[in-house]
């Protein structure tokens, strides 16, 4: 079973997210054999932009959206600077004036992805989690190089899980 082994808020800029909506998860096979990633990379003029702006950007992200009586929302992209352009095909949706709350979930990577423990987590360290104007919670998996992407000896890796909480 994964374990939560880091609580922090991190303050973030404005960003634009920008990647394609689907009705469920999955679909990350499309994203790697149509080069999107890569796309979206070039689009921001590379991630070293994204880096300068918050030191955990430049992942590959899975953004959900829930909210009482409204359909659960999925995309998969990537967060760029404020104002960059959505390639034709792509959707952007805008975070302006938010903190993140994370945590870090270290285990196998089948393991990984249970977060279900994280939104305690982040309201036992005294965080809020922001709802937009239609009163949805935002959170995603930032999937890091190489924290994310790259083994330890153990066979472990760790995901961030960000929800977005107010300033």
Sequence with gaps: MAEIVKVFRERIPALRFIGKRYDDAGHWDEWWQNGWFDLLERAMGGCGEMLSLWENGGGYVGLERRGKGMPFAY?????????????????????????????????????????????????????????????????????????????????????????????
């Design 75 to 167: 995309c998969i992209g990537m967060f760029a600077p404020a104002g960059t352009p959505a390639p034709d095909g792509f959707i952007s949706v805008d975070f302006n004036g938010v903190d993140l709350g994370t945590c870090w979930l270290y285990g196998k990577e089948s393991e990984v992805h249970d977060t279900s423990a994280c939104r305690q987590r982040l309201a036992d360290s005294g965080m809020t989690l922001w709802r937009d104007a239609q009163g949805c919670e935002w959170s995603f998996e930032n999937c890091l190089c190489p924290r994310y992407t790259s083994p330890d000896e153990q066979g472990n890796i760790t995901l961030d899980y960000c929800c977005f909480v107010v300033r």
